[in-house]
């Protein structure tokens, strides 16, 4: 500080020193002590002299040190970066900025919130880490931002009691229950069909059209057939001669699968004229394995029960439904599958043309068993995870390590590419405690650095509820908090710890 006298009047020193006090000295000793200091560097302290090299008019003590941001949190423990903007569902505390953790992926997303650009979420975790209790404390808390939820097959009726505490009676689906869903519904694209002007109505034919494609490829696909140009175009043409498209009906029939598997087993000469073949006999000849696969799928394990017109009615004003499906759990891990890849058909025509501001969370759980099936189940997701940005919906999906999704094909393949791309289409990726192996796998995967690598393999995986969240490119370390509330509605472990349900005190199922 200079107590000159400047031009235009007193210096600071002269007038503090007129009111007769004295300014205190530069600290030059002290300066000069830090400059022996480890890690002070050759830089003056009024910075370097130069254009745009830091000088400065006040010569700061600064000194500068390198290291990685590995290393940084050893060197300067308590220094926490920003977390995230703290709107949508409070869900715990996060260890890295040692603040409260909320999720808010639809806010993310229109924000642009650490470059999130979508509002998709893929969970993984070791089983019983706590991926479903996560999910269903997130969508609860997000209800009360007027979230609703759509369960799209809950394989193991775990999403009841949050169904019952809502006071909503979740859809059972298996044999000899009445609820049928038939995946080739219209759902609300359907509707005033007849009062659409021509082009809307050709528009949203094409969409459920290219639906109800995908469907059938995933299904043909999960028996293991291939689904080819010639098995699509007639199907294309079977699908547009029943529901009347092709005579420009100006009502659409509803079609179920095995109006379609019987269309294909007796052909009509036009239907075979459309797909150009020569005689009946060649057509037969020609999509026998895809005859073949609809027709394992009308008179195996799952008939009756995706093949008839819809009977369940889905209240979309009610704040949770879900489909109940652990029923089918005997008929084996194909099967289930296979229902999960109907449900998402279906879940996803009923959603199409939400009304603008209907927020919606599309749960997912156990969906490795639908990708299991092969590159159509995939494909089947991918195309729902690229369509949520346009219907408002979050899209939760739910697995264990990424290898269940990276085996559908040979690595380098089509259907692994597909795969991982899913993975990019999810911006918000949660990762619950894995042992060391899949830790690796999901550093290959994702990119994770050492330090993120290990909160997922040590600090997660030694409690219950504790993830690492990936949302965009920042990265926050969470415990989920469950409330007194959240208790009875996140236990899976009752079926293990309680030996009857009468037990006193034991269930506390459907209390709120
Ligand atoms: N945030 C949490 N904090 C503490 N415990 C939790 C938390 N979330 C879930 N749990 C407990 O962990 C147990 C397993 O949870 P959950 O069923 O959600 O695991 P999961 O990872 O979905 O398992 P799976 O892979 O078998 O479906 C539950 O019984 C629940 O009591
Ligand atoms: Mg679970």
Known sequence: ?????????????????????????????????????????????????????????????????????????????????GGLPPAGALLGIDHLSG???????????????????????????????????????????????????????????????????????????????????????????????????GAEARRRAAMVFARWLLLIRGLVGSQHVPFGPTAETAVGQVIRDLTGYADGADRMREITIPLLWQALRVPSDELVDACRYASTQQFLDETRPLRDALGALVTGHLAGLFDAPTTIAVDWQAPIQSLSLSRLDPLGDEAVGVALTCLNSWGRAMTQLAEPGDLRIIIRDECWKQMRLGAEAVKSLDADLRLSRNDGCIQVVVAHKPSDMLTIGDAGSQ????????????????????????????????????????????????????????????????????????????DTNEAITTPTSAAPGGNQRGQW
């Open 1 to 81: 500080m200079s107590g000159r006298r400047s031009a235009a009047g007193r210096g600071v020193a002269q007038l503090v020193h007129d009111f007769g006090h004295q300014l205190p000295a530069a600290p030059v000793t002290a300066l000069r002590s830090m400059q022996v200091l480890p890690f002070s560097s050759s830089v003056g302290r009024r910075g370097r002299t130069g254009r745009a090299a830091g000088w400065a008019a006040v010569p700061a003590p600064l000194a500068v040190y390198r290291m990685t941001s590995e290393q940084v949190g050893g060197v300067w423990p308590l220094i926490a970066g």
């Open 415 to 490: 259907a692994v590419a597909i795969a991982k791309d899913l993975l990019h289409l999810c911006a918000t990726k949660v990762l619950l405690g894995q042992d060391d192996q899949v830790g690796d796998e999901l550093s290959q995967l994702l990119g994770l650095s050492p330090m993120a690598e290990r909160i997922v393999t040590d600090w997660a995986a030694a409690a219950r509820g504790r993830a690492l969240w990936l949302v965009g490119n920042h990265v926050a370390k969470v415990q989920t908090v469950r409330t007194s509330i959240d208790l009875s509605l996140t």
């Open 99 to 197: 603040g409260a953790f909320s999720a808010d992926p639809i806010g993310w997303t229109l924000n642009g919130v650490a470059g999130v650009t979508n509002p998709n979420m893929i969970f993984f975790g070791a089983p019983g880490r706590g991926k479903s209790g996560t999910v269903k404390m997130f969508a609860l808390r997000q209800m009360a931002y007027g979230y609703r939820t759509l369960v799209l097959g809950d394989v193991k009726d775990e999403y009841e009691p949050l169904c019952q505490a809502l006071q909503v009676e979740p859809h059972a689906v298996g044999h000899g229950l009445p609820a049928r869903i038939n995946p080739l519904d219209f759902g609300p694209l359907g509707n005033d069909w007849t009062r659409l002007p």
